[in-house]
């Protein structure tokens, strides 16, 4: 066999067997149940907008441009529908192969960082795909999967190589403006620090600086030429309000606090994402033996001059910010808390004896997670880029932690006892259910539809639990095991007991058939995110109906073929005495059971969908004629076996 078939045959092999489990975990888990609100139907629909109306060029929804995203993983899906036909399955295939890559690259990527330590390239991917949230967060048909791909990739071009030093500028660059055609600006941020701390964790970067800056800053300007190349012509084509919110309100309204209508701005406070990273990163913030190998490795002894201010500073920081959780402390102090955390050990870090992979962790991870922690807007699933490095730097802690300290790595308090203890609770709890839900709980709506198959799922987490117990060599994969099964459980008991309150293929085909017909559609009182147009293959927009009267956005409202966003109920029954409403409540009124056209629970509450002149006579006090045919009630299984108050 020659060298480079050797070698290709050796990476085929290092794929085995975690990315078959994998791939079968994810299609398993993804295919289990439908496309969830809002997430993936809000992709879907502006995709099905897209395509149905052939606006390549301009990401649409309900009809209207679509300035909160840009148009790569959108043109993904066209390419997909355009040889297999449109539906569902393609979008989320394509996130099971962007999942499988970024396993991959992150393996990759390890390798590289820590090539005189080849375990760590070999738990990097199983402790990534161990991690719950973002493993369920993959299910969605959303960006972050893709761009963590694209990250990885860029990251990749600036990593030395056993044959060669210098990085791939032009393929860095390329792969920059994928990232930003993926996601906008924010690929930016998580690439840019360890280009700029380059020198810190690079030899040939520190031995050619010129070069470095030089030539990564073209590779930048690269990959905003592929944004601006697509991002100029849709500014034009899409109209000047969005071009304002494409180029300036989008990007902007993340980064400070705003409160412009209709602006994603999801505001939260500087510790934000300091107090959810124990759930971001489980189960690894279950694993002792990994929590005390981080700072046993970072920070071992002696310190250099200065790093114990530095870290006593951190300390403090630390406690303050644990404070401000319970005090609310002004989001100014936070901010300033979060840079004295992070800032002084960063620098205690760099002036450790560190090898250079883990000064590359180092130099991406805690810059990048200050900057996110000091940007306004905030969503757990924006740091999941970062996830593969997480899983880098505690396989190298762990190996780091079993050469100088062997007794202590493998002492058996250090295992996955936590989690075994954990997954023990959890049986129980799950066991108790059938019996305590009807009597304790009987008006949980989340807890009444596990119940009933709660008791299966317990003995599976009393399997783990037993597994995550044993001891000895593979403790690592019996945890990325335990943590990929235990996972796709919870999925799987929620795909059993709760998916009929977010399947909305009922409501979506009901508004089909009107739509077909040509009966306008009003959404009322709630914001309209899509959440019917794809199930539905909906032609038309929903008007987004007010519900109380005021002054209209409208400013036609003689003419009846066009449907207003911003009329009253009023406004709408009587430009449109054939419209449908959907309208949304705690519990459906007694009469929707009556006149309501069709009646499904929604999320923690029901949407009914009515003929606009019969709930807009029955608002006004009047009774409305005796419809034609009975209510439709989903699903029908539930109301089989539970009796409906009318």
């Known amino acids: 066999m020659s060298n480079s078939a050797y070698t290709r045959s050796e990476h085929i092999r290092a794929l085995w067997p975690w990315l078959p489990l994998w791939a079968a975990m994810a299609l398993l888990a993804i295919f289990s149940h439908g496309p969830m609100p809002m997430f993936s139907t809000r992709t879907l629909a502006v995709a099905w907008d897209m395509w149905a109306h052939h606006q390549w060029l301009v990401p649409h929804i309900n009809g209207e441009p679509y300035s909160e995203k840009v148009p790569l993983l959108f043109w993904m899906i066209h390419a997909g529908w355009a040889v297999f036909g449109v539906s569902d399955v393609w979008p989320r295939l394509l996130e099971v192969i962007f999942g499988g890559a970024q396993l991959v690259l992150a393996s990759v990527l390890a390798g590289r960082l820590f090539p005189a330590r080849p375990w760590v390239a070999k738990a990097t991917p199983w402790l990534l795909m161990a991690f719950a949230y973002a493993f369920l967060f993959g299910l969605q048909i959303m960006y972050e999967v893709l761009l963590c791909a694209w990250v990885l990739s860029a990251l990749l071009c600036l990593v030395p190589t056993a044959t060669r030093a210098a990085p791939r500028w032009w393929l860095f660059g390329l792969i920059v403006g994928a990232g930003l055609l993926t996601k906008g600006p924010v690929m930016l941020l998580h690439v840019l620090f360890p280009f700029l701390l380059g020198p810190l964790w690079n030899d040939w970067a520190r031995e050619n600086k010129a070069r470095w800056y030089g030539m990564g800053l073209l590779g930048l300007l690269i990959g905003l030429a592929i944004l601006i190349a697509w991002a100029i012509p849709a500014g034009e084509a899409g109209g000047e309000a969005y071009r304002q919110r494409l180029f300036f309100t989008q990007t902007a309204g993340r980064v400070v606090d705003t409160h412009a209508q209709d602006l994603q701005n999801h505001a939260h406070p500087a510790w934000y994402y300091l107090l959810f990273l124990p759930v971001i990163v489980f189960p690894l ?129 250090l295992g996955t006892w936590p989690l075994s203890v954990g997954a023990f609770l959890l049986a129980i709890v799950l066991f108790a259910m059938p019996a305590v839900v009807p009597t304790r709980f009987p008006d949980n709506i989340w807890l009444t539809g596990m119940a009933p198959y709660a008791r299966f799922f317990g003995v599976v987490f009393i399997v783990l639990g037993a597994l995550l117990l044993l001891r000895g060599r593979g403790e690592m994969r019996r945890l990325a095991f335990a943590g990929l099964i235990g996972t796709v459980a919870l999925n799987a008991l929620f795909t059993l007991g709760l998916w009929y309150r977010y399947d909305l293929t009922p409501a979506s085909l009901y508004l089909a058939q ?48 066009v449907v207003h966003d911003g009329d009253t109920l009023d406004d709408f029954a009587q430009h449109h005495p054939d419209g449908l409403i959907i309208s949304y409540a705690k519990h459906p009124p007694a009469e929707a059971y009556r006149f309501a056209r069709l009646v499904q629970p929604s999320r923690t509450g029901w949407l009914m969908i009515w003929d606009a002149a019969t709930l807009n006579a029955l608002q006004s006090g009047r009774v409305p004629a005796e419809p034609s045919v009975p209510t439709q009630l989903y699903p029908l299984d539930y109301w089989r076996t539970r009796a409906a108050v009318r």
């Open 285 to 413: 913030s279950g694993w002792l033996r990994g929590l005390v190998a981080l700072p046993a490795t970072l920070l071992r002894k002696p310190w250099r001059p200065g790093a114990s201010g530095s870290i006593a500073c951190a300390a403090a920081a630390l406690v303050l910010l644990l404070v401000s959780m319970l005090a609310h402390f002004p989001p100014l102090i936070d901010k300033l808390l979060i840079v004295l955390l992070v800032v002084p050990l960063f620098i205690a870090l760099m002036r450790q004896p560190l090898e250079p992979g883990l000064r590359f962790l180092v130099c991406w991870l805690l810059p990048t997670f200050l900057v996110f922690s000091l940007i306004t807007g905030k969503q757990l699933y924006y740091l999941l880029p970062e996830l593969g490095g997480v899983t880098m730097l505690v396989a190298a802690c762990v190996a780091d932690l079993r050469e100088r300290h062997p007794k202590l790595a493998n002492h058996c308090a």
């Open 514 to 561: 009107a739509d077909s017909a040509g009966r306008p559609i009003g959404n009322l009182g709630v914001s309209y995110n899509g959440q019917y147009h794809f199930a539905g293959r909906l032609m038309h927009p929903i008007a987004k109906i007010k519900v109380k009267p005021g002054v209209t956005v409208s400013t036609d409202d003689d003419d009846d073929t």
